[in-house]
């Protein structure tokens, strides 16, 4: 299933995913950086996008859920 290649809610653009070394993400506990994840870049305005298991992951990060690596 291709979780990406949607147009972009901000301009006419479409999203495709990109993997990428390094993604922070500011979470009310602090930032969760993740390593080596597939995000979604609007190949127009570049706006980014995640995936719901991406968006879990981190959020088990920054309560303590699992452990991070």
Known sequence: MNEFGYRCEHCEGTVRPKRVKREAFKHKSGF???EDVTVGI???CASRFYT???LKR???VATGAVTPE
């Open 32 to 34: 969760v950086i993740l």
């Open 52 to 54: 719901a298991a991406t």
């Open 42 to 44: 609007c190949d127009q």
């Open 58 to 60: 981190v959020q088990d």
